[in-house]
């Protein structure tokens, strides 16, 4: 990265970079996204692998969610470890570094569901605020898609309660939205293997894809080497 894209991050909670990843790369992370779009082709609800829209069919597919594709694929792995990502995250948190873990979002056309406004460190507690997520957008994000928004300056506000009572919602409530300017929200766009690094206080979230288009959205999260996570990520 350079100088003016690592104060950004340090100085706004996120950073966005167009085309960062090269082609090559990118034709090997979509066609293993494609084995396991063909793969959810034989599956009618949900696993805890992969999260399906209400709509799915096997002539239609529209997944939600792929949940650890790190774990699942060899391309995935290796991408994790050894490629342009590992090197940037490097820039921003140092060479001694740790992964969390990895997801992959789809954003269906003419749907896919909002995310609402939230923080990432309160999915999963560290004993500090080093840990980051990286975006790859796999294919182009024009406005409209659902693409991400990320309120500037954020990482450095309150940590918020994203709890409804004692139920765990993973947003932060209607409530406390007053306290954000949502106005603020940058919306990065751009051609597939734009890249998005934000910081796990960031206050981010998007809305559904309204285009005739997916919006694959790879996204893999890592600490520095000094950060302790205390809760783990297995599913009960």
């Known amino acids: 990265l350079t ?6 991050y340090i100085e706004r909670g996120f950073v966005a970079i167009d085309g960062l990843v090269g082609r090559e790369w990118l034709m090997r992370l979509r066609v293993a996204m494609e084995a396991f779009v063909d793969h959810s082709r034989t599956l009618t609800e949900s696993t805890p692998l992969f999260d399906l829209e209400a709509d799915h069919t096997a002539d239609n597919p529209r997944l939600r969610r792929l949940v650890s594709p790190a774990d699942l694929h060899d391309t995935f792995w290796n991408f994790v470890r050894d490629s342009v990502i590992t090197e940037a995250v490097e820039d921003l948190l140092g060479p001694d570094l740790k992964f969390h873990h990895s ?9 896919g569901e909002e995310v609402r406004w939230h923080q990432d460190i309160q999915f999963w507690p560290h004993t500090n605020y080093g840990p980051l997520t990286v975006g790859v957008f796999l294919e182009d994000v024009e406005s409209g898609m ?6 500037p300056g954020s990482h450095r506000g309150p940590l918020f309660d994203q709890y409804d009572g004692e139920r765990w919602v993973g947003c932060i409530q ?5 306290r ?9 766009t751009g051609p597939a293997g734009t890249v998005t690094l934000h910081n796990c206080r960031t206050v981010h979230g998007s809305a559904p894809n309204h285009s005739d288009r997916p919006r694959p959205l790879l996204l893999q999260t890592y600490a520095p080497a000094d950060a302790f996570v205390y809760t783990d990520l297995v599913r009960k």
């Open 103 to 111: 997801k992959l979002n789809f954003k269906s056309p003419q749907g």
């Open 180 to 188: 954000l300017d949502l106005k603020s929200a940058v919306y990065p």
């Open 174 to 178: 209607e409530r406390d939205l007053d």
């Open 3 to 8: 100088v003016t894209q690592r104060q950004a």
């Open 146 to 151: 659902g693409n991400v928004g990320f309120i």
